[in-house]
Structure formats: structure tokens, C-alpha cells
């Protein structure tokens, strides 16, 4: 069974940073590009930056390029987000999620972890 | 970016009614879409992939469908675990998006 398990989201205030992980096992994690997904309260479901199976690659949304770094450790089968200058507008539960055979859907999802941006 | 509009935002119905959910997209983009169902506290879910493939383990109710720019999810059978809020999402064009969310209530 494919699970995914987020950790790290906290309080922080505005400018800080915050590394969030996502352990998995159930599949072969070093053959899949992974992602990070966010969901500000009350909002609707916003792609933030993906990893190559093999980290070579990665793509970040406009919104978070140059203040986030996604990164992974095969041998630990576990995905980092490594958020620098919180805003307030990066409030948000934040999913790891595992990229469908081919394709940059999502076919499976953390329970997500909540990074809360607050002075 | 390429954006999806769902509609409608939300919808109130019974258990049992047919239910169809509409995704358009700005521009084409082929069959790359898939569909996701979040019920709050829960992960999201995959439903449907490539608009209209139902995802392993997904009940034969939930079905999706494509025409041009527009894209449709329907439940053939509303039932209580059915409501939940859904999402389109596109995978065609970098940076992949979502649609704002259908909001599925009991009426």
C-alpha cells in the first residue's frame, strides 16, 4: 500500500523558513517524480514545485521560485520542501504527492501538513 | 497559465440523483485532465485520469467525459460518501493547474 506521510508544518513567522518531509514506502519511490501540492484555508488545490525520480529536474511555481527548493534522498525514499521567506500567503496545509505512471497527475496524496505563516 | 473554470461552485442534492460537474479549459489541452475528490481531513483522491479513465478502485458510478475545451465528471448515483468537494486539474501545459473546486452538499 502506497503511503505518504507529511511532517514538519508549523508556526512561522513572516520572512522565516521551514523544511518540510514526506516519507513514503509502498512503491518504488526512486522511480517516480514526486511534487508538492498546497491548499490555503478556505482555497482550492494549487501545484507548487516537482522533483525527477532521479533529482536531476525540478520545477517550481511562479509563486514560490527563487524562496522554495524541492529536493530528495532516494536511499531514505523521502521528499524535502525547503520554504525561505514565509509570506502570510504561504498559509497553507501542504501535500506530497506521487506523480502517476507517465503523467503529472496525482494518484496519491499525503494526510498534508500545516505550515502556518503568522507573526 | 492555462486556466480550468468548474461549475457549478456548489450544488445541493439527494443521495441517489444523478450529478454532472463541468471543467472548462482556456485552451486545449487534449485529454489531460484528471478529476479528484477531497472530503475535508482527508487526502485528496484520484478519480479519473485522461478525462475520461477511472482510476483503479474507483466506483463504476463516477465517470468523466471530454468535448473540445470542456470536460465533465458524473456521478450516476449520488451516495453519502459522495459528498466532498471535486477538482478538475489539467497536466497538458506546465504549470499544471486546477480548477476552483465544485463543492458537493446533501440537500
Known amino acids: 500500500e502506497v503511503q505518504l506521510v507529511e511532517s514538519g508544518g508549523v508556526v512561522v513567522p513572516p520572512g522565516g523558513s521551514l523544511r518540510l518531509s514526506c516519507a513514503a514506502s509502498?512503491?518504488?519511490?526512486?522511480?517516480?517524480?514526486m511534487h508538492w501540492v498546497r491548499q490555503a484555508p478556505g482555497k482550492g488545490l494549487d501545484w507548487v514545485s516537482l522533483?525527477?525520480?532521479?533529482?536531476?529536474?525540478?520545477h517550481y511555481a511562479d509563486s514560490v521560485k527563487g524562496r522554495f527548493t524541492i529536493s530528495r534522498d532516494n536511499s531514505k525514499n523521502s521528499l524535502y520542501l525547503q520554504m525561505n521567506s514565509l509570506r502570510t500567503e504561504d498559509t497553507a496545509f501542504y501535500y506530497c504527492a506521487k506523480e502517476g505512471t507517465g503523467d503529472p497527475y496525482f494518484d496519491h496524496w499525503g494526510q498534508g501538513t500545516l505550515v502556518t505563516v503568522s507573526s | 497559465a492555462i486556466q480550468l473554470t468548474q461549475s457549478p461552485s456548489s450544488l445541493s442534492a439527494s443521495v441517489g440523483d444523478r450529478v454532472t460537474i463541468t471543467c472548462r479549459a482556456s485552451l486545449v489541452i487534449s485529454s489531460a485532465l484528471a478529476w479528484y475528490q477531497h472530503i475535508p481531513g482527508k487526502p485528496p483522491k484520484l478519480l479519473i485520469h485522461h478525462a475520461s479513465s477511472l482510476n483503479s478502485g474507483v466506483p463504476s458510478r463516477f465517470s468523466g467525459s471530454a468535448s473540445g475545451t470542456d470536460f465533465t465528471l458524473t456521478i450516476s448515483s449520488l451516495q453519502p460518501e459522495d459528498f466532498a468537494t471535486y477538482y478538475c486539474?489539467?497536466?497538458?501545459?506546465?504549470?499544471?493547474?486546477f480548477g476552483q473546486g465544485t463543492k458537493v452538499e446533501i440537500k
Open positions: 522533483i525527477t525520480w532521479d533529482g536531476e529536474n525540478s
Open positions: 509502498g512503491f518504488a519511490f526512486d522511480a517516480y517524480t
Open positions: 486539474q489539467q497536466f497538458n501545459t506546465f504549470p499544471w493547474t
